[in-house]
């Protein structure tokens, strides 16, 4: 069906179109957010849908390591929707000063607490790496990464080198009034 952009408050996108089918998608670029590009895949037929995408700065539980929260709410989408892809960019130096791997990148979504979507990197240049994940539907939403599991970097790792285990301690460890290892 037809496109066209609608109103939204400062912030927000909002897209809507005239008509969508089982059989086809709708697209919505956004370009200031991480997110690139949105396509529905519905059940039915829906008639004057919109889609509104918001950032967020209060969401219901926070996640560590977290890059960016945002919300994406539908209307006029009462046949519901099978599957959403949502396409975004983050920002290669936001990795590498949290020495996050790129691998560990989840778009996670609020319901009833955060559940990771399947995450795939699809491509990466010398300052922004994009990923796809599917959502079952709309929610908040969050990017986040997990630090790289090496004590050491790889450019400072010595493959020699034994890997250090760091313990607790509560109480000392004594045996007969003498400290053990």
């Not at 790289?148 to 250090?164: A, D, F, G, H, M």
Request: charged content about 15%; aromatic content about 10%; glycine content about 6%.
């Amino acid at each position: 069906g037809g496109s066209s952009s609608g109103t939204a408050l400062p912030g927000q996108y909002k897209k809507s179109w005239g008509v969508i089918t089982n059989s086809a998608n709708a697209t919505v670029s956004v370009s200031s957010l991480p997110i690139k590009f949105i396509s529905l895949y519905i059940n039915g037929t829906a008639r004057n849908p919109s889609i509104i995408i918001s950032p967020e700065k209060t969401v219901p539980v926070i996640m560590d390591n977290a890059y960016q929260y945002f919300s994406i709410n539908t209307t006029n989408l009462a046949s519901g929707i099978r599957s959403a892809e949502i396409t975004f960019a983050i920002n290669r130096s936001w990795l590498e000063f949290n020495n996050f791997d790129k691998t560990t990148v989840r778009l996670n979504r609020f319901d009833n607490g955060w559940m990771p979507l399947q995450t795939e990197l699809t491509r990466e240049n010398a300052s922004q790496l994009t990923y796809i994940s599917t959502s079952p539907g709309f929610s908040y939403f969050a990017i986040t990464g997990e630090i790289i599991s090496s004590l050491y970097p790889p450019t400072q790792r010595n493959e020699t080198e034994e890997k250090l285990v760091c313990i607790q301690v509560i109480t000392p460890a004594i045996r007969g009034g003498e400290c053990i290892n």
